[in-house]
């Protein structure tokens, strides 16, 4: 599902935050990503979201090319990701139920949808009756299951959750390590950004260890267990079909996911010769323009790709 391939990144050319990092993470897993503070754990997940590209390497989530991912495509991908952070950003002005409400509306949800998924989260995270209550009214432990919620609002393939348990008391870190396991059971992949051992020694699940910027451990077992990491392959791409169109000589191979293009829209990328759907994935504004699409035509090859990756998913 997730791939960091050989990525290091770099700011002002001589401040290295993450080196070479090579992380292979398959899906249904549960992972903790460990380290101390400034190991560059906080950079590797704006990488993730595209908040930030990498200075060299790439990566791959489900096999699209997230570094090359075009601007206006960012807000798609980034709804199949789930994303908890450290301070939680639950908006004050909205009651719990307004905040799960008011991304279930981005993604626009219709009113009984809005409704229903809301009441489920809600449920999920055992917050029905705090449903009316302002962030400021909620405990710690309320407030981090109620950010988890808002996060599942988006039904993400991978929830990412930076040290959900970092300021709550035994009890009810407990009860958010029991949320994750539940949202992990039920097929979603987990990441959990923590420093609490208990929470990694109770999963003896797989343990990614961070050090200056660099993978120096990645095994299952406890917080303090420490193996090898392993380089992982880069998965082969997904095979397809190519069938021969005669276009305009010379004969190109044209790749069968971009044939249902709108013939105009489709001639130009041909003329270009762009011939598959990660070539056009990696379009920028400035080559639509090159290419001489119109705006209408650009409106329909964004809403093609919009549509082609939500298929992916």
Known sequence: MLLFDNVTK????????LKNINIDIQKGEFTFLVGPSGAGKTTLVKLLIRDEVPTSGTIFFDHINVP?????LVPKYRQRLGIVFQDLKLIETKTLAENIDFALEILGKSSKEIEQIRNYLLELVNLQDR???????LSGGEQQRGAIARALASNPDLLVADEP???LDSDNAEQVLNILKNINNAGTTVMVITHD??????????VIRLSNGQVVSDNKGGYDTVAKPVVPEIPKAPKRTYRRKKVEEPTLMIDDNIQTLEPSILKKLLDNKITTIEEVLKLKLEDLQRLQLTATEQKKLQEFLKNYLTQQK
């Open 165 to 167: 348990t970092g300021n």
């Open 68 to 72: 090359q991912l075009p601007n206006q």
């Open 197 to 206: 051992k208990n929470m990694v020694n109770e999963m003896q699940t797989r």
């Open 131 to 137: 449903s009316h209550l302002f962030p400021r009214q």
């Open 10 to 17: 770099t700011y002002n050319d001589d401040i290295t935050v």
